[in-house]
């Protein structure tokens, strides 16, 4: 959870305040926790030196957020140990929102993406189709321009077949 360094030394002078000697602090890690404050920290030194250590550990290994909530449930009525987890509340809420808002802005880019390329396949398909349609229609007039050409020949070759045999009947009617 990496807090600032102001935040740490609030956070240590609240366990110090919330829990003022050692074993008040080991009890409350071996009862909420199941964790043991000499394994931790190492249990010689300075008190504060312990806390600090404990709190540097639970940072480490990203539980410093339950170290908090265990203090809470063993002393809830301890101010400052309420007032840091306000505060460290703020900053982790703040740091989420900014997590958030960043997954937002690649999620909007993402879309704006999407959108463009929807757009390009749609004015492709649209080019597609019109293209299709002249040829459609290019080849409705060519289709058109045939049976208008073999109608006319049929004509044509009707009328001449018409005058020929008019012209074989005159003849034979001529020779008879």
Known sequence: MGLPGQLRKELQNALIDAFPEKSSLEQMLWFELDKNLDVIAGGEGNYRVVVFKLLKIAEAENWVEDLIDAALRENPGNQSLKDVAGNINKVLFGKQLLNREKELEEQCIHLKK???????????????????????????????????????????????????????????????
């Open 114 to 176: 999407k959108l463009q390329e929807t757009r390009s396949e749609r004015e492709k398909e649209e080019r597609i189709r019109k293209n299709l349609e002249r040829q459609f229609t290019h080849k409705q007039i060519k289709a058109s321009s045939l049976r208008d050409f073999l109608v006319g020949w049929f004509y044509v070759i009707s009328l001449t077949l018409f005058i020929l045999i008019l012209l074989l009947v005159v003849l034979w009617l001529v020779a008879r």
